[in-house]
């Protein structure tokens, strides 16, 4: 358990990894947060663990790890940003356990990601990436032999959220048919239609393309028996997550010539550093564009997210709001005015709220708005009361059963 009074905000310390934007670092000046140590790559488990207890903020992207052990030894973390849409690098169940919520920002790349597609896609259909090496290796291979237009196919599209509806709408436009699957019921977009199966998208599609998140079901989601499916000559595009595909079975299919080729943005193991080698048993193949994971990685979609990750964590570091946030109770809060913010995170258990109300009127004082939300473990309520009182209520709070962590704002 935890409890803090609350510190000035040139007190709070923030570490950014992986070179998140700029846009961030002015938005936390912005609002009086100046202890800001940024790093251009991800840092190791030991890296975090030898440095984690100082710092009040992480903000990370895809390539660094939270494990629990980095949560047991962050002993001052009050919230996590992830500077991406996955949230699959960090332990959200374990920062739970400390009291930590984590933010991300659901949709400032996707445009970005659905533009790469889209190109890949083109690039993929004309077979310009054999040409392109052909052309490197000093050869020329001036031929329309397997080239095609877009206009007229189909591109089947796996997880029909925000990028996949996106991309849907830009194939469209350039004449495509468009199917999709999803595991939940989608409102189809322009002429789009669902498919049933899986087998039966990749049975009818000349173009797959693979935009659903890292969970257990998606876990190689792709493996030797989908690409048998796949028509042949069809081709395969992955800016999802590296741990959709089999990347042994898209070879084999590869080399054997019953996939055409494929664009693959994302890998199983990827380096954790632009320094480390990039190991895959896709290099060498030229049919395949290989990109490092760069599908959200432009300048208008980092800036952007920069601005929208920063200010979740900033309005969380200051008026306690957890809107948005991907594994904690969500609570959108006013400002506080004439009034400290007591928060209280604990375990939904009966009794603890009631137990929580009882230290307010055993030392007499009034709560002036209080906002609660709970999930089915955990339970976030946030006090409101007058100026001078905050401090001795927080000592009791921090003794009620179930208390994981208590904060005070003034
Ligand atoms: N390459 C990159 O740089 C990059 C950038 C952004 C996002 N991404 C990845 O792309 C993924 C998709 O992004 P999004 O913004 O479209 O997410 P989203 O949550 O809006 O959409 C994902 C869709 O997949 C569906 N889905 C989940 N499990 C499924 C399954 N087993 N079968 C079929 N459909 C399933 C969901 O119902 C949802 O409609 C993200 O989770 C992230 O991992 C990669
Ligand atoms: O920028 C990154 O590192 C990750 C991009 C992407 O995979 C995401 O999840 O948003």
Known sequence: MSQEYSLAKEKIKILLLEGVHESAVECFYQQGYTEIVQHSSAMSEEELIACVHEYHFIGIRSRTQLTEQVFAHAKKLIAVGCFCIGTNQVDTVAARTYGVPVFNAPFSNTRSVAELVLAE???????????????????????????????????????????????????????????????????????????????????????????????????LMIGPEQLAQMKPGSLLINASRGTVVDLDALAASLKAGHVAGA??????????????????????????????????????AQENIGVEVAQKLIKYSDNGSTLSAVNFPEVALPTQHDSSRLLHIHLNKPGVLNQINQVFAALNVNITSQYLQTDSELGYVVMDVEHGKAKAVLNELKNVPGTIRCRVLH
Not at 176 to 184: C, K, L, S, T, W
Not at 188 to 197: C, I
């Open 121 to 219: 896609m083109i690039m993929l259909l004309r077979k310009v990436p054999e040409k392109n090496m052909a052309c490197h290796r000093g050869e020329w291979l001036k031929t329309a032999q397997g080239a095609h237009e877009a206009r007229g196919k189909t591109l089947g599209i796996v997880g029909y959220g925000h990028i996949g509806t996106q991309l849907g709408i830009l194939a469209e436009l350039l004449g495509m048919q468009v199917v999709f699957y999803d595991i939940e019921t989608k409102l189809s977009l322009g002429n789009a239609r669902s498919m049933k199966t899986l087998d039966s998208l990749l049975a009818h599609s000349d173009v797959v393309s693979l935009h659903v998140p890292e969970t257990p079901q998606t876990q």
């Open 263 to 300: 664009a693959i943005d994302v890998f199983p193991v990827e380096p954790k550093s632009n320094t480390d080698e990039f190991i895959s048993p896709l290099r060498g193949i030229d049919q395949v564009i290989l990109t490092p994971h760069v599908g959200g990685s432009t300048q208008e």
